[in-house]
T-cell receptor, first 115, second 115 residues
């Protein structure tokens, strides 16, 4: 079945630095990927929709200059958290839309801790 | 606007007993509906999905769900739960102009399985 690989699974960074999270579709082409943020014991909050070859569409309230999204190929989308602060600590999950199976496949998530 | 409601935040069930998780949605057109399961610190795994056709959908791990348009519901069921079913369950509806653009998630239901 469709597999989405998300890397890294855990990252600790210092406040003020930037962190890049990768999301790859391994066996299908994903023209559209989605980035979510999840706080402990809460649901997933959509941050942005990433379309291959074009600018990402951000949800209301999400700072596009802070959360940079790049979708340069049909199998890779990246989320860069710039100038990270402790309040950016969270669980980030990507998802890719698989037109073949007509479904959405999720990555295993990235636990970001900013110290 | 689209919305998904999972009325039960937390459910405790005995191993071997039946389980039903409720999901109600609000969506103007025919919805695309999904149930996902999430183990702690992990991404989301698709249990089943409904797009059209037979309103009783079979999924993985012995789960099934029934789409009831008149009640705007898509409840998830399992006849006999196993200890490994303890997890967080999310109902989601496909939203967006093409009917399954971005997913709108419910708040989730935490399932605890007791011996």
């Amino acid at each position: 079945g469709a597999v989405v690989s998300q890397h890294p699974s855990r990252v600790i960074c210092k406040s003020g630095t930037s962190v890049k999270i990768e999301c790859r579709s391994l066996d299908f082409q994903a023209t559209t990927m989605f980035w979510y943020r999840q706080f402990p014991k809460q649901s997933l909050m959509l941050m942005a929709t990433s379309n291959e070859g074009s600018k990402a569409t951000y949800e209301q309230g999400v700072e596009k200059d802070k959360f940079l999204i790049n979708h340069a190929s049909l199998t890779l989308s990246t989320l860069t958290v710039t100038s990270a602060h402790p309040e950016d600590s969270s669980f980030y999950i990507c998802s890719a839309r698989d037109l073949g199976t007509y479904g959405y496949t999720f990555g295993s998530g990235t636990r970001l801790t900013v110290v | 606007a689209q919305s998904v409601t999972q009325p039960d935040i937390h459910i405790t069930v005995s191993e071997g007993a039946s389980l039903e998780l409720r999901c109600n949605y609000s969506y103007g057109a025919t919805p695309y509906l999904f149930w996902y399961v999430q183990s702690p610190g992990q991404g989301l795994q698709l249990l089943l999905k409904y797009f059209s056709g037979d309103t009783l959908v079979q999924g993985i791990k012995g789960f099934e769900a029934e789409f009831k348009r008149s009640q705007s519901s898509f409840n998830l069921r399992k006849p006999s739960v196993h200890w490994s079913d303890a997890a967080e369950y999310f109902c989601a509806v496909g939203a967006g102009a093409d009917s399954w653009g971005k997913l709108q998630f419910g708040a989730g239901t935490q399932v605890v399985v007791t011996p």
